[in-house]
C-alpha cells in the first residue's frame, strides 16, 4: 500500500507542476508570478509581488520558490523527493549547510542528520558504490573535455555550461582552459546523497523507502508507457480526475497480474500474457436437434 501512495503523489506531481514566472508589464516593471501547470493549461496562482530592480526581482524570484516548496510540503507525501539530482542539490544549501556536509565522516551506509527546522531534516548519507560510481563517471567527462579542448580553442557549437563543461574556465572569449580545482572540489562529493523529510521517523526506515523508490518509477513508467496516461486532453476538473482515477485502477489491475503470475511461478512477464489475451477466443456452436450450446475457449496462433 505504501506504493500506491507514493504512485497517487507522482500522479500529482505529474499532471500538477508549479514553477515561478517573471512577466513584463506596460509600466517597466517586473511581477514575479507562482504559475501552476495543469493538463497543459497554466493558471497563474500568486503573485509574490512587482518591481523594476533586478536585486529586488531576483529576490522575489526566490520568495516564489520558496513559497512553491512550502505549499508543496502542506500537500507533500511523508518524504519531499529530491529527485534525481539529489547531489547538485544539497551543492546549493547553503554554506553552513554545505561546510558541515563536508565535515562528516564518510563512512559507507552512514547517515547524518541536520535540523533544518520548521520540522524539516536533511539526512545526508555516502555510500562507497555511488562514490565510485561519481568518480569514475566524473573522471570519463573529464578525459573527453582534454580530448576535445587540447587545442584549447572553443568553437561556436561548444560553447554551454551543460554536463562537465562546467569545468571550463572562458579565457578572451575563444581561449579555454579546464580548471583542475574545481574538479577536486566537486571530488569532495563524491557518494554523498540527500534526503528531505517532514516526518519523524528514523534515518534508516527514510533510506529504506527511498532505496526502494525504484518499484514506484517502474510502475510510473508502466503508467505512461503500457496503459498511456498521456495524452490527455480534458479541461474540466472532473474529466481530469476521472481520466487519471480510471488509470489508476488499470495500474492496479497490471501490478495485481503481475503478482499473481509470481506467487505461481509462472515465468511469463504480463506484456507476453497480456499478448496472449488477445489471440484468445470463445466459438459457441448451437446444435440444430437439441439447441444445446457448445462453448469451445481457443488460443490462436500467430503467424
Not at 579565457?171 to 534526503?195: C, Q, R
Request: charged fraction near 35%; glycine fraction near 4%; include cysteine.
Amino acid at each position: 500500500m505504501r506504493h500506491l501512495f507514493w504512485v497517487t503523489r507522482l500522479f500529482f506531481y505529474y499532471f500538477c507542476d508549479m514553477f515561478v514566472r517573471k512577466k513584463k508589464n506596460r509600466s517597466g516593471s517586473t511581477s514575479v508570478i507562482v504559475v501552476e501547470k495543469t493538463s497543459n493549461k497554466y493558471k497563474e496562482h500568486i503573485t509574490i509581488g512587482i518591481s523594476s530592480d533586478e536585486n529586488e526581482i531576483e529576490g522575489l524570484v526566490e520568495q516564489g520558490k520558496e513559497w512553491i516548496r512550502e505549499y508543496q510540503s502542506r500537500h507533500s507525501p511523508e518524504l519531499d523527493l529530491y529527485g534525481e539530482e539529489t547531489e547538485a542539490k544539497i551543492k546549493n544549501e547553503s554554506k553552513s549547510i554545505r561546510r558541515w556536509i563536508l565535515e562528516q565522516e564518510k563512512v559507507d551506509r552512514w547517515m547524518h542528520e541536520y535540523d533544518k527546522g520548521n520540522g524539516r531534516r536533511l539526512l545526508v548519507g555516502y555510500t562507497a558504490d555511488r562514490a565510485k560510481k561519481d568518480a569514475y563517471n566524473r573522471e570519463k567527462g573529464v578525459r573527453r573535455l582534454e580530448k576535445s579542448y587540447k587545442r584549447g580553442k572553443l568553437t561556436k557549437e561548444s560553447i554551454n555550461k551543460r554536463g562537465y563543461n562546467k569545468f571550463l574556465d572562458m579565457k578572451n572569449e575563444v581561449e579555454i582552459s579546464i580548471n583542475y580545482e574545481k574538479i577536486a572540489e566537486d571530488a569532495a562529493w563524491d557518494g554523498l546523497k540527500g534526503y528531505l523529510t517532514n516526518t519523524d521517523l528514523p534515518a534508516d526506515k527514510i533510506y529504506e523507502a527511498y532505496h526502494n523508490l525504484w518499484t514506484v518509477e517502474l510502475a510510473f513508467r508502466i503508467a505512461k508507457s503500457k496503459i498511456e496516461v498521456r495524452p490527455m486532453f480534458h479541461f474540466t476538473k472532473k474529466r481530469i480526475e476521472a481520466h487519471i482515477c480510471i488509470c489508476f485502477v488499470a495500474l492496479k489491475v497490471y501490478k495485481e497480474l503481475d503478482r499473481i503470475l509470481k506467487l505461481n511461478n509462472i515465468n511469463m512477464s504480463v506484456d507476453k500474457v497480456l499478448r496472449m489475451a488477445k489471440t484468445i477466443t470463445t466459438l459457441q456452436v448451437r446444435l440444430p436437434l437439441s439447441n444445446e450450446i457448445l462453448s469451445k475457449v481457443m488460443i490462436m496462433k500467430r503467424h
